[in-house]
């Protein structure tokens, strides 16, 4: 069974930082591409950024130059370093787990973690 489990959420003020974790369980990572969305109060969750199992990464265009996100397959964690943040940032961030290598594997996919939130206000 797979579980993942976000860390790393905060309160943060204007154009600081955050890195948030993802520890996978139930499986390895390594051959699935993994995401990372958010949620915010009213609104749709949507597609932050997303990486292949080879490495490939792909942005919301709104967090394009801030946020990066990375995998350690040895360690069955993916990340997201969030820089620059914004209030327009605040939100129940979620890691989710593709069915398979590529980023159009996360669409069906059902394998969420809890999510954890970022506030990012003054």
């Known amino acids: 069974q797979v579980q993942l489990v976000e860390s790393g959420g905060g309160l943060v003020q204007p154009g600081g930082s955050l890195r948030l974790s993802c520890a996978a369980s139930g499986s390895r990572i390594s051959i699935y591409a993994m995401g990372w969305y958010r949620q915010a109060p009213g609104e749709q969750r949507e597609l932050v950024a997303a990486?292949?199992?080879?490495?490939?990464?792909n942005y919301a265009e709104s967090v394009k130059g801030r946020f990066t996100i990375s995998r350690d397959n040895a360690k069955n964690m993916a990340y997201l370093l969030m820089n620059s943040l914004k209030p327009e940032d605040t939100a129940v961030y979620y890691c989710?787990?593709?069915?398979?290598?590529?980023?159009?594997?996360?669409?069906?996919?059902?394998?969420w973690g809890q999510g954890t939130q970022v506030t990012v206000s003054s």
């Open positions: 989710k787990q593709g069915w398979g290598p590529n980023l159009q594997s996360l669409n069906p996919s059902n394998y």
């Open positions: 990486i292949t199992s080879g490495g490939y990464a």
